[in-house]
């Protein structure tokens, strides 16, 4: 899952985006209204953090200017803790949640996960495929009851497929969601990485479907399991 930050305040900038980094996210990062407004029209982003008050253009108009082009990511503002203003003018810009500074950070994480979980349509911070389970607070995978360790491209896969379990998603769309701006994207790596996936969870879960892209789906005889 990739996830954009945008807040001016270079060391909380970065304080957020390495915390999201270590949560198994992919993470851009942009310092002021206008650069982060590009990557928001130009980029695409799974959910993003979003200061109100940045220099060149405010986080209220940029949020506008998004929902105005379409751009429907989940956006978590960033507000002053005494400025319920903010949050009004917030939710009816069209962002979905917001954090009052100063925050702890354990509750950004968990309100993207309610972020990312919703707009996937998951309930709880499990998702179930067959046999195999993805804890995206803990950022584990068991299958069938035993842990099964990834690197972090593994696991950004495995959690890209497994929140949208059951639709086909193509090679450019999974670049686009598991890399960061700066990566060297090549797709063949992707084929790489689905490869190492089904050797290590051992299950038939990651299907590919030919000329379109994989989906993850349980094996036929698993079909009426939880999902």
């Given at each position: 899952m990739r996830l954009l930050v945008i807040e001016d305040d270079k060391d909380l900038n970065r304080q957020i985006a390495q915390a999201l980094e270590q949560s198994g996210y992919?993470?851009?990062r942009a310092f002021d209204g206008e650069e982060?407004?590009?990557?928001g029209e130009t980029e695409t982003y799974d959910a993003v953090v979003l200061d109100i008050g940045l220099p060149k253009k405010d986080g209220i108009?940029?949020?506008e200017e998004w929902r105005a082009n379409a751009r429907v990511m989940p956006v978590l503002i960033l507000t002053a803790r005494d400025r319920w203003s903010e949050k009004v003018q917030g939710f009816d810009a069209g962002a979905d949640d917001y954090v009052a500074k100063p925050f702890h950070m354990e509750e950004v994480l968990a309100r993207i996960r309610a972020l990312l979980r919703?707009?996937?349509g998951h309930a709880t911070n499990e998702i179930v495929c067959g046999s195999v389970r993805l804890d995206t607070k803990a950022g584990r995978v068991v299958v069938d009851g035993a842990p099964v360790k990834l690197?972090?491209?593994e696991?950004?896969?495995l959690a890209y497929l497994m929140h949208h379990s059951g639709r086909v998603v193509s090679r450019s769309e999974i670049i686009e969601h598991i890399y960061d701006q700066d990566f060297d994207r090549d797709s063949n790596t992707i084929e790489?990485?689905?490869g190492r996936l089904r050797k290590k969870l051992?299950?038939?879960l990651i299907h590919t479907v030919r000329g379109l892209g994989y989906m993850a789906a349980p094996a036929p005889e698993e079909s009426g399991g939880r999902r």
């Amino acid at each position: 899952m990739r996830l954009l930050v945008i807040e001016d305040d270079k060391d909380l900038n970065r304080q957020i985006a390495q915390a999201l980094e270590q949560s198994g996210y992919a993470v851009d990062r942009a310092f002021d209204g206008e650069e982060g407004q590009f990557l928001g029209e130009t980029e695409t982003y799974d959910a993003v953090v979003l200061d109100i008050g940045l220099p060149k253009k405010d986080g209220i108009t940029v949020l506008e200017e998004w929902r105005a082009n379409a751009r429907v990511m989940p956006v978590l503002i960033l507000t002053a803790r005494d400025r319920w203003s903010e949050k009004v003018q917030g939710f009816d810009a069209g962002a979905d949640d917001y954090v009052a500074k100063p925050f702890h950070m354990e509750e950004v994480l968990a309100r993207i996960r309610a972020l990312l979980r919703r707009a996937a349509g998951h309930a709880t911070n499990e998702i179930v495929c067959g046999s195999v389970r993805l804890d995206t607070k803990a950022g584990r995978v068991v299958v069938d009851g035993a842990p099964v360790k990834l690197t972090s491209h593994e696991y950004r896969l495995l959690a890209y497929l497994m929140h949208h379990s059951g639709r086909v998603v193509s090679r450019s769309e999974i670049i686009e969601h598991i890399y960061d701006q700066d990566f060297d994207r090549d797709s063949n790596t992707i084929e790489v990485f689905v490869g190492r996936l089904r050797k290590k969870l051992g299950v038939d879960l990651i299907h590919t479907v030919r000329g379109l892209g994989y989906m993850a789906a349980p094996a036929p005889e698993e079909s009426g399991g939880r999902r």
